[in-house]
């Protein structure tokens, strides 16, 4: 994760103000290691900040995701899910539960990624996305009793 240090430097540069409830957000983000969709993010904030809408906690996750506080993990069809750890860093996803774990993948992978971007010819790359696409050890197992 970026880190707490500056956010509310970086909200008060964007016209906004620091709220508890920004706070909430990114620290009920950060406190778990799954990475949650926007409804599960707001079950975590309801913890702490029991009157908080979803309409907040959504906005709030934009707003960090804007901000390069947390990153939006987006498939597709069905709901997106966040996480705190905006460096660049591989995923894989289960298809039958959409569990998404991290990936501590070798930096040895690094040259590879560089080859990668320079052979897009003329193409401005920002980021690069790595992930793999599975069945989890949970969903593996009730596979392979059925």
């Keep these: 994760m970026a880190g707490n240090n500056g ?18 957000v990114l620290d009920a983000l950060a406190s778990v290691d799954m990475h949650p969709t ?7 904030v309801r913890e702490t900040v029991p ?12 707003r960090l995701v804007e901000l390069g506080y947390a990153q ?9 899910h966040f996480d705190a750890s905006v460096e660049s860093h591989c995923h894989a996803r289960c ?3 959409s569990k ?8 040895s992978l690094a040259p590879c990624l560089k080859e990668a971007q320079a052979a897009a010819k003329g193409w401005q790359i920002s980021d690069q996305r790595i992930e793999f ?7 593996s197992e009730v596979n392979k009793s059925e």
Excluded at 7 to 24: D, F, I, N, P, Y
Excluded at 100 to 107: A, E, G, R
């Design 100 to 107: 998404i774990i991290d990936l501590d993948i070798d930096s």
């Design 72 to 80: 939006e993990l987006d498939y597709g069809p069905g709901a997106s």
């Design 38 to 44: 926007a409804a599960e993010v707001y079950e975590i």
């Design 133 to 139: 696409e599975g069945l989890c050890p949970e969903c």
């Design 95 to 97: 298809t039958n539960c």
């Design 51 to 62: 009157d908080i809408s979803q309409g907040t906690v959504y906005r709030n996750l934009r």
């Design 7 to 24: 956010l509310s430097e970086k909200v008060h540069e964007r016209g906004g103000r620091m709220t508890r409830q920004c706070r909430a």
